[in-house]
Nanobody, 120 residues
């Protein structure tokens, strides 16, 4: 359902844009989010976008990362600026909940992840 792309190796203070292509209509999604799992650590939420247009970010990325939806392309982007070595992780796209008319389906889809490595 979800395919991430855009990861790679970048130097500190550089930028990357991650893309998540969805087979599910982005417009119908309740919450779409990016999470990451640094080496040897637990997965953590990075940024989320809800259907009503609100967004929220982990404190560690506020002011540096931006999540955005492109409903026409069924794609969610994560713009990552001022990258730090501690941003190194596998980044995952996640869809939580789908609306169909007045019905709500509590789905939880995950992509396969894309590696982001930030060198110092």
């Amino acid at each position: 359902h979800l395919v991430e792309s855009g990861g790679g190796l970048v130097q500190a203070v550089g930028s990357l844009i991650l893309s998540c292509a969805s087979s599910v209509s982005i417009f119908s999604v309740g919450t779409i989010a990016w999470s990451r799992q640094p080496p040897g650590k637990h997965r953590e939420l990075v940024a989320a976008s809800t259907r009503d247009g609100s967004t929220n970010y982990a404190d560690s990325v506020k002011g540096r990362f931006t999540i955005s939806r492109d409903n026409a392309k069924n794609t969610v982007l994560l713009q990552m600026d001022s990258l730090k070595p501690e941003d190194t992780a596998v980044y995952y796209c996640n869809v939580n909940g789908i609306y169909s008319g007045t019905l709500y389906y509590p789905v939880d889809y995950w992509g396969q992840g894309t590696q982001v490595t930030v060198s110092s």
